[in-house]
C-alpha cells in the first residue's frame, strides 16, 4: 500500500531564513504529489501539487517543492520564512485512479522571530 | 472565489447520538471526499463519492457511516451511533475529476463525550 513519510514532526526556524521540510512516498509508478498547509483552527489550503512535467513546481506564498523520482521524494522549500508561515504542513499523495489522499503525519513549522 | 463549506463548525454529541455533519462544496464539482483528523494524528481518508454513489470507502468507514447527497447541493456524512472514538475533526473535499486537485473546507470539529 502506499505510503507517505515526513520525517520531521516538528521544524524551528528564525524569520528570514531558507526552509526545507522533507516528504518521501512509497509506491511503484509516480503518483500525484501535494503539499497542503494547515493553519491553527483551519482547514487544508493548497500550496501546489504535482502531477507530471517540469519537476520543480511553484506554489502559493512563495513555495516551491521538487519531485526527485530516484528519491521518491517531494521536498518543500522557501527561501525566507515570514512569521506568518507558522502552521502544519502535509505533504499528500494521490495513486492514479484510485480517489483518495493518503496523507502523512505533518510538520508543524515554528518560526522564531 | 469559490469554497467548500462545512457547517457546523463544532458539533458536542453525547455518545451513541446520531449526527449529521454537512458540506456544500464547490457547484461545478462532482467528486465529493470524506477526511477525518483525530486530534494529533494524520488526515485519514473515509469515503469518495461520484454520480451519487460512493467509489471508495476506507476501513474506517463502517456501517455507522453513511453519505448522501440529499438535494444535489449539500453533501452530507452521517454517524448513527456516535462513539468516544469518533471525536475529530471532519473535512469534506471535492474535486472536478478524479485524482484532481481536492479542496477542503475549513472542518467539522465533533466531540463525543
Known amino acids: 500500500a502506499q505510503s507517505v513519510t515526513q520525517p520531521d514532526i516538528h521544524i524551528t526556524v528564525s524569520e528570514g531564513a531558507s526552509l526545507e521540510l522533507r516528504c518521501n512516498y512509497s509506491?511503484?509508478?509516480?503518483?500525484?504529489l501535494f503539499w497542503y498547509v494547515q493553519s491553527p483552527g483551519q482547514g487544508l489550503q493548497l500550496l501546489l501539487k504535482y502531477f507530471s512535467g517540469d519537476t520543480l513546481v511553484q506554489g502559493i506564498k512563495g513555495f516551491e517543492a521538487e519531485f526527485k523520482r530516484s528519491q521518491s521524494s517531494f521536498n518543500l522549500r522557501k527561501p525566507s520564512v515570514h512569521w506568518s508561515d507558522a502552521a502544519e504542513y502535509f505533504c499528500?499523495?494521490?495513486?492514479?485512479?484510485?480517489?483518495?489522499?493518503?496523507f502523512g503525519q505533518g510538520t508543524r513549522l515554528t518560526i522564531n522571530p | 472565489e469559490p469554497e467548500v463549506t462545512q457547517t457546523p463548525s463544532h458539533q458536542v454529541t453525547q455518545m451513541g447520538q446520531e449526527v449529521i455533519l454537512r458540506c456544500v462544496p464547490i457547484?461545478?464539482?462532482?467528486?465529493f471526499y470524506w477526511y477525518r483528523q483525530i486530534l494529533g494524528q494524520k488526515v485519514e481518508f473515509l469515503v469518495s463519492?461520484?454520480?451519487?454513489?460512493?467509489?471508495?470507502k476506507s476501513e474506517i468507514f463502517d456501517d455507522q457511516f453513511s453519505v448522501e447527497r440529499p438535494d444535489g447541493s449539500n453533501f452530507t456524512l452521517k454517524i448513527r451511533s456516535t462513539k468516544l472514538e469518533d471525536s475529530a475533526m471532519y473535512f469534506c473535499?471535492?474535486?472536478?475529476?478524479?485524482?484532481?486537485?481536492?479542496?477542503f473546507g475549513p472542518g467539522t470539529r465533533l466531540t463525543v463525550l
Open positions: 509506491y511503484g509508478a509516480t503518483p500525484y
Open positions: 463519492f461520484y454520480n451519487n454513489e460512493i467509489s471508495e
Open positions: 457547484s461545478n464539482h462532482l467528486y
Open positions: 499528500a499523495v494521490a495513486v492514479q485512479g484510485a480517489q483518495k489522499l493518503v
Open positions: 473535499a471535492d474535486g472536478q475529476e478524479n485524482t484532481d486537485t481536492q479542496y
